[in-house]
Every structure is written in structure tokens, then in C-alpha cells.
């Protein structure tokens, strides 16, 4: 019987995350203050039993999905859009990496400058104007009207 | 001869523009993800200093049941709940825009919120005090049986594999372990990480799997519009009209006595009300899939917990969350004490509150109804232009709850699972329902043992009624299971 490798993935990570529940909760109990002894289950003994229904959820998946799931075809993607869903992470990542530097409005501007040329808009200038007008009324209506205190990055703190 | 008074008392000019100063706020912070109801609510307190009493609890009650509104417009529209309470809502409704019957999802959305919520303050005018007693009745043992039946929701929001449910759901109770457990102090798989002590936050979790999940997925599938084509017609008619308009009383039922429990969310009912449909549907391998009973029940559902909950609040001074919390704050800051006291000495103001509420359900749908057409229309946006805007509201919405960039790194991080769990066909609904029970649940069942051990709730009346019914449910869900052709179970998208 051939499992599909993501199928042996998905059933690693819930044992994963079921062994380090149940670690936890054992390094918990160990650790558990004498002064809690009247909470029965405590901390550990909670987590102990989400992490042992995920260990067995894992099995059970790798032994029953895996019958039903072991012939089915991959989906092929076209590159282009896999390039479009890179970039889009990418964007994100760099944003949100420079909110905190830039502050949001800088930030702002300078995402929906490049996520736009990620989904296909080639022209810098319109670009630019889009951005302009998106990041400007999200400002004013977050910060200014609503008073959310949004990063104001290295510059403007 | 109160209730009369009162509901006149509210169209004054006054009352009447706080009213409807309340419900638009309320719809617009609805609208937006991460921007709740409390939050709105604690920036607004101070304001309400330089208002008189009366119009003050007005407003603040008008932006709180109006989130509710509000919640369904991005769930159904984009996939995007805007509140916790309107992930049900996602599941059908933004299926039914994808077929170009966004119109019609808003429109039953709107009308079932109006039924609930009309209902809702009825009960409340009639029997609400009364009701409230029964709310005392719930102890740790009772929370935990319900919650318990709660659970079998996972069997429900599975989809194709109950195996995949309930290791979704079970992902989403660990993830809500992350932090420092609320009994003894102690930190829980944060890995020496400061910001991990905080836990994960509900909004950036629900923000990044559906909002930045969708938009991922999305752009790997090539989708150019939510739909393409002519719209639909804005209103239901004929058979799917009167299911919806059923599914909404339904709901009702189903959200306003959970209303009355301090604690319990207005999620839990709207998911509780879905699950319900579900149950009594003669297709239930529908669901998720455009069924107009699955936006009406949970909107119904989460309105008419949220004015159940003013009973509690105002008949007993127990708030059953942080929005009505901070309700019950601005009571106390005029010196009003919530209680019997309230009823018999302020009269005048008490039915005033409750007619406005008569009012402000009207004003909700008065301002949400003309706006369907509008709303629908953005999903004819080219996906191009819309997901950069999806995508800085998203960001904003998972910064706003703590101020913190964690939260947005939370946010990109699910958004990135959303994707890879729509790819590989795992349920979402489930992680987020476990994300929502987990802590309640741990909460129930800890105190409950504490309280005396296991037998506690063999002891109980309410809560062994409530654990027989998990049985007969469970029993009932996995029979209905093995009844639907696996064939029709296989197409369902999730």
C-alpha cells in the first residue's frame, strides 16, 4: 500500500503536536505546585489528554485515510499562479516585517504598491495612485476617526 | 402599560438619534474584522459621560446588537466573519455568493436577524426576568455537559471525514492550551516565548484562516471574480424563502435561552443553531455547499443570544460577556443598580431601554435591507482589485485586539494553514469551534472534578440531560453519517 507523501506529512505533524502536548502536560504534573492538589486534573493532566486524542486521531488517520486517500492524483498547478501565491506570501511577509520600521501609512503604501504588480498590474504609476488612495482612507478611518493606534514605525514614533 | 410608555419614551428625537447612532456604529463594527463590539464599546464609555443616562444605554445597547448585523456582510460576501459569531455564516453564505445569490444570503441574513431580535426583545419584555433565575441554575457541571454536547458539533463540520474533523477540532483545543493556564499561573507550550504567554487571540486565528486563506487560495486557483455573471434576485422567494424564514425561528430558539447563560459566547449558539439545521434537514450533505438555512439559522441564532443577554444583565447585574460587561459599567456610572431594584425603581428608564430595542431592530433592518443590492455587487469586483484591500483589512483587523505585531505574524501564519487545509481538504470550522470550546471547556470540566470528582455529573439533573443528549446526538450524527451516500459526501467542497 503507497501512501501519498503529503498523507505521511499531515500524520507526522498531529503525532508531533500530540507528543509535545503529552510531553508538556507529564512535564507539568511533575512540576505541579502541592498547593493545587485540590484541581484534580490540573494544567498537565488537561493537555495530557488533548495530546493523547491527537496521537490517536494520527493513527487513525494514517491507517484509515490512508487506505482511502493512497490512490487519488495530485492536482497539478500552473506555475504562474504558484509564482502569484509565492509573491502574495512574500508581500505579506515583508509588510508585516516593515510595519514595525516604517510605520503603518509608509508600509502601507509600499504593500499595495507591490502586491498590485504581484496580481499582474504592470504600470507603476497607477499603481502608486491605487495605493495612495487605499492606504490614505484606511488611515483616516482606523487612526484618525476610530483611534486605533496602529504602528507609527521608527520615523513617526 | 410600561412597555407602552417606554417604547414611547424611546422615539423621542433624542432617544431616537442615539438609537440610531448606536445601530449604524454597530453595523460598521461588524463589518470590519477584529474591531468587536467590546473594544467599540470601551472607546465609547467615556463619550457617553457628557450624555444623559437614558440615551447613553441606548447607544451602547444599539452598537451592541447591531455587530450582530453587521457580522454577516463580510462573512457572506467574502468569507471574512466579522465576528466570532458569524463563522457559521461563512460556510453557506459565501458559497451562496460564489452561485450570485449574495442578495439573497444578505437579505435573510438581515430578515433573520430582525425576527431574532424582535422575538428576542419580546421575550425579553414578558418573561425575561423570570427566565433569568433559571440562568443560576448552571453551575460548572451543567457548563461543562453543554459544552460537552457542543463538541458533537465536530461530527457535524467534519465534511467529508470525521477523522479530519475531529483532528482539526482537537488542533484547535491545543492551540487554545497556548498560554498560562487561568487556575494555577503556569505557562503551556510557549517555549520560553514571551508573546506566547498571551495565547493566541480568537481574531487574528479566524482572520488569517478564513480572509488570508482565501485569498491564497484564490490566487493558486486563478479566480478572477468571486463570481462572474448576472446577479441573482435580491430576495428569496417561494420554497427557499419559507426554509430560511424557519431556519430564522429555529435559530431563535436556539440562541435565546443560551443568551441567558453568563459565559456563554454568542458563537457557541450560532454555531449550535447550524448544527441543528443540519440535523433537521431532510438533505443535510448540502450544507456548506449554498443553503440558505445555514445563513438564516446561525444570523437568527447569534441575535437572539445577543438581546438574551440584556435579561441576566439588567434582572441580576450578570453580565454574560465583556461587551455587556461594559454595559453594565455604564450602568453602574450612573447609579443604577442592576436587579429587581432597577426594575421597580427606574421604570420609566428600563422600558425606555427595551422599547428602543423594538426601535432599534426596525432601524437595523431599514438601514441593512436597501443596502443589500449594493453589497452585492462586490462580488462582480475583479478579485485583483479586491484581495489588496481584503488583505490590509485583514492586517489591521488582527493588530486591533491587543495592539501587538504577534498577532499579525498569527494572523499571516494561519493564513498560510488556511491555505494548505483548503488544498488538502481539512475542515476549517472545527479548529476554530475547538479554538472557541477549548478554554471553556477545560474551565467546566476542572472545576467540575474539583467541585466532586466524576460522579459530580451523574448528580446533576441538568447535566446528566445534558450528557444523555450527547450520547442520542452522537448516536444520531454517525448513523445519519453512514445513511448519505459517500459519493455525495465526497463532493461536498469544504
Known amino acids: ?157 | 402599560m410600561d412597555l407602552f410608555a417606554g417604547v414611547v419614551n424611546a422615539l423621542s428625537f433624542s432617544n431616537l438619534l442615539y438609537c440610531f447612532l448606536g445601530c449604524v456604529l454597530g453595523t460598521l463594527v461588524g463589518v470590519l474584522p477584529g474591531l468587536g463590539p467590546a473594544s467599540t464599546l470601551s472607546i465609547l464609555l467615556p463619550l457617553t459621560v457628557y450624555l444623559d443616562h437614558t440615551g447613553s444605554i441606548i447607544m451602547l445597547a444599539g452598537l451592541y446588537y447591531g455587530t450582530m448585523y453587521g457580522g454577516s456582510t463580510t462573512s457572506i460576501l467574502l468569507n471574512i466573519p466579522g465576528e466570532a459569531a458569524s463563522v457559521p455564516t461563512c460556510l453557506d453564505g459565501f458559497q451562496m455568493t460564489r452561485q450570485g445569490r449574495a442578495g439573497q444570503a444578505l437579505w435573510i441574513a438581515a430578515v433573520g436577524s430582525f425576527i431574532a431580535g424582535t422575538l428576542g426583545v419580546l421575550a425579553m419584555s414578558f418573561i425575561g426576568p423570570g427566565l433569568a433565575k433559571y440562568a443560576l441554575k448552571f453551575g460548572p457541571p451543567e457548563y461543562f455537559a453543554l459544552l460537552f454536547f457542543s463538541l458533537t458539533m465536530l461530527v457535524s463540520l467534519s465534511g467529508t471525514s470525521l477523522i479530519k474533523g475531529m483532528g482539526t477540532g482537537l488542533v484547535g483545543i491545543c492551540l487554545a492550551t497556548i498560554g498560562v493556564d487561568p487556575f494555577t499561573g503556569v505557562t503551556r507550550l510557549t517555549f520560553g516565548m514571551i508573546e506566547t504567554m498571551r495565547g493566541f487571540d480568537l481574531v487574528p486565528v479566524v482572520v488569517g484562516l478564513f480572509g488570508i486563506g482565501e485569498i491564497l487560495s484564490s490566487a493558486e486557483e486563478g479566480v478572477g471574480q468571486i463570481y462572474k455573471g448576472k446577479l441573482g434576485k435580491m430576495m428569496p422567494r417561494g420554497a427557499e424563502l419559507k426554509m430560511g424564514l424557519k431556519a430564522s425561528f429555529r435559530g431563535t430558539l436556539v440562541g435565546f435561552p443560551l443568551g441567558l447563560l453568563p459565559g456563554m459566547i454568542a458563537a457557541l449558539s450560532s454555531f449550535m443553531a447550524y448544527d441543528l439545521e443540519k440535523r433537521v434537514s431532510k438533505h443535510p450533505e448540502r450544507f456548506g455547499t449554498g443553503v440558505i438555512e445555514g445563513v438564516a439559522a446561525p444570523e437568527a441564532a447569534n441575535n437572539a443570544t445577543a438581546q438574551a443577554g440584556f435579561i441576566p444583565m439588567m434582572a441580576l447585574g450578570i453580565p454574560t460577556g465583556p461587551s455587556l460587561a461594559i454595559i453594565l459599567a455604564a450602568l453602574m456610572m450612573y447609579g443604577l443598580q442592576p436587579g429587581p431594584v432597577l426594575f421597580q425603581q427606574n421604570t420609566l428608564f428600563v422600558w425606555t431601554v427595551i422599547g428602543s430595542m423594538y426601535i432599534g431592530n426596525v432601524l437595523l433592518l431599514i438601514l441593512n435591507l436597501p443596502l443589500v443590492g449594493l453589497w452585492a455587487r462586490i462580488s462582480l469586483i475583479p478579485y485583483r482589485f479586491l484581495a489588496p484591500i481584503i488583505l490590509g483589512i485583514c492586517i489591521i483587523g488582527a493588530y486591533s485586539p491587543r495592539n501587538t505585531m504577534f498577532d499579525v505574524w498569527v494572523a499571516l501564519g494561519f493564513g498560510i494553514l488556511g491555505y494548505f487545509m483548503r488544498k488538502k481538504d481539512w475542515p476549517i470550522a472545527p479548529l476554530i469551534l475547538g479554538f472557541i470550546l477549548g478554554p471553556l471547556f477545560e474551565q467546566a470540566l476542572r472545576q467540575s472534578l474539583t467541585m466532586g470528582g466524576l460522579t459530580i455529573f451523574l448528580m446533576r439533573p441538568i447535566s446528566i440531560t445534558l450528557l444523555l443528549l450527547t450520547v442520542f446526538s452522537l448516536t444520531l450524527s454517525i448513523r445519519y453519517l453512514k445513511r448519505i451516500p459517500k459519493g455525495t459526501l465526497e463532493d461536498e467542497k469544504p
Open chain 1, 1 to 157: 500500500m503507497r501512501y501519498r507523501k503529503t498523507h505521511l506529512l499531515e500524520t507526522v505533524l498531529l503525532l508531533l503536536m500530540g507528543g509535545i502536548s503529552a510531553l508538556e502536560g507529564v512535564r507539568l504534573i511533575i512540576r505541579k505546585d502541592p498547593q493545587t492538589a485540590h484541581d484534580v486534573l490540573g494544567p498537565g493532566g488537561y493537555i495530557i489528554l488533548v495530546g493523547l486524542g491527537l496521537i490517536g486521531v494520527g493513527m487513525s488517520h494514517f491507517l484509515v485515510n490512508g487506505r482511502k486517500e493512497g490512490n487519488k492524483k495530485e492536482t497539478v498547478v500552473n506555475k504562474e499562479m504558484r509564482k502569484q501565491l509565492l509573491g502574495i506570501i512574500l508581500t505579506l511577509f515583508l509588510y508585516i516585517f516593515f510595519i514595525d520600521i516604517l510605520g503603518y501609512l509608509c508600509a502601507s503604501i509600499l504593500f499595495f504598491c507591490m502586491i498590485l504588480w504581484v496580481l499582474g498590474f504592470r504600470s507603476l504609476r497607477f499603481n502608486l495612485i491605487l495605493s495612495f488612495s487605499i492606504s490614505i482612507p484606511l488611515y483616516i478611518i482606523f487612526v484618525r476617526w476610530l483611534n486605533m493606534a496602529l504602528p507609527g514605525g521608527l520615523l513617526f514614533s
